[in-house]
C-alpha cells in the first residue's frame, strides 16, 4: 500500500500540479475522454433505449450533446468520489478547500538576491488549526506580525532587534528554517524554540540575554548564509545557534546539481503573477479542482511557498554526495565570518522523526538517511574549528510527544529543544 501510494503522489506532482500538465490532463479527463466514450459507445446506447426518429442534422448533434452531457456529468462524479476517497486514505484527513487570500495580504515578497523574504511588520496570518499529521485539531498557528527586520521574533513575532546593541545586553541569534521560525499556539499561548530559550537563560542568569528568532521556513543553507551576511551579522550577535538540516536535500536529490543550487530554486518573483490570479478563483464544488487550483495557483501562501521557489522533481537514486559538500561549505563559510567577528558559534545535530505512517516511506527513509550524513558533517566541523555542539538527534526521544511531524516540534519538543541548548550554554555566562 505504501508503495502504490508513494508512486500515486509521484504520478499526480508529475502530471496534475504544473500547470500545463496540469491543464492538459484535466482537459482530456473532461472534454476529451468523454467525447471518445460517447462516440464509442454513447450513441448505440442512446439509440437503442430511445426510439426518437433522428433522422434530421440538428437532432443528432442535440442527441450527441445530451450524451456527452450525461457522460461528462459521470465522469466529473466519478472523479470526485475517486480523489475524496484516495485524499481521505494518503492524508488521514477529510479534504477542505482553503480560503481564498488576497494578493496584497501575502506576507512574502521577491528578493533581489534571495529566492523570498517576509515583509517587515505585517502580519503573517490568521490564527488557525495546525494541520500537521500528528496530534491533530490540538494547536493552531499563531497570529504573528513581523518585526523591522522581516522575521517573526518575540512573543507575538513584532518584537524588533536593534542594530545598535546596549553594551549590557548579550545577544544570541538563532539561525534556521522552519524548524527554528516555527510558532505554534496552545490554549492562547504562543510557543517557539527561541521563546522557550530565552525564558530558560534569563531564569538562570542574571546577565540580561536576549535570543532572537531569525528561522524562516523553507530557507536552505544557501539562503541562511546570504541572508546573514547580508542583514543579520549587522545586529552584532554575540552568539549563533544554528539549527539547521533537511531543507537542502530537495536540491542534493535533483538532477543538473549546481552548487548554487540555481538547478533546483527559482526567485518568487517569477511565479509572483499566480498569487494575484488565485485570489480571483471562486470555490467549487468539486473538490478535487480546487485542489489542483490550489497547486496550480495558490490561494495561501504557507502550504504553497515552497512550491513557487522549487523547480525540477527530486530522483532518490541520486548520489546526495555533492550536495553534502556544499552544504559543509555554507556552514564552513557561516562559522568563518563568525570567528572573524568573535561571535561565538553552537551547532546542532538535527532530529528526525520516522513516526508510524512514515516508517515504511521510500521518501522518508533516504531523508532520514541524508540527515544522519548532513549530522556527521555538523559533528566533523564542530570537532575541526572547536567549537560546541549539541546532540539534539539523540537528545530529543523519537517520540510523538515531541513531534508535529517527522521534523517540527510540539511545545514540549521546542522545550526540550531549548533546554538542552540552554544545559549547553552554562559555561559562557557569569552568574
Known sequence: ?????????????????????GLLSTFIFLAFLPLIVVI??????????????????????LAITFVFLLVSIFFLLSIEVFFRAIYFIVRKEIYVPEGRVKSN??????????????????????????????????????????????FTNGLNGDRDV????PSHLYRINCLGASTTGNYISRDGKNFSYPLELEALLTQRYETEVEVNNFGLGGYNSADILIRFLLEVVDTCPDMIIIYHGHNDIKS????????????????????YWKFEIGEKLPLLNFHFFNFLLERWFPVGLRNSLLDFVSKGNIDLNIDPKQGLAIYKRNLEYLIGICKL???????????????????????????????????KIIKD???????PVVDNANLIPQEEKYFLDSIHFTPEGMQLLAKNFADSLKINFKK
Open 341 to 375: 567577528r568573535n561571535i561565538e558559534v553552537v551547532l546542532s545535530t538535527y532530529a528526525h522523526f520516522l513516526y508510524d505512517d512514515i516508517k515504511e516511506s521510500q521518501l522518508h527513509k533516504k531523508y532520514g538517511e541524508i540527515i544522519s550524513e548532513e549530522n
Open 162 to 165: 536593534l542594530t545598535e546593541k
Open 1 to 21: 500500500m505504501n508503495k502504490f501510494i508513494y508512486n500515486f503522489k509521484n504520478l499526480v506532482k508529475k502530471q496534475l500540479l504544473t500547470v500545463r500538465r
Open 252 to 271: 542534493y536529490l535533483t538532477p543538473n546539481f549546481k552548487a548554487d543550487y540555481s538547478h533546483s530554486r527559482i526567485n518568487l518573483g517569477e511565479n
Open 381 to 387: 566541523l564542530a570537532y575541526q574549528y572547536k567549537i
Open 105 to 150: 495580504k501575502l506576507y512574502a515578497k521577491p528578493h533581489p538576491y534571495l529566492p523570498f523574504v517576509y515583509k517587515s511588520q505585517f502580519a503573517t496570518q490568521e490564527n488557525k488549526t495546525a494541520k500537521y499529521p500528528l496530534h491533530k485539531g490540538k494547536f493552531t498557528f499563531s497570529e504573528l506580525t513581523t518585526n523591522n527586520l522581516g
Open 40 to 61: 464509442i459507445f454513447g450513441w448505440n446506447f442512446f439509440v437503442g433505449r430511445f426510439p426518437i426518429p433522428l433522422e434530421t442534422l440538428s437532432l443528432k448533434v
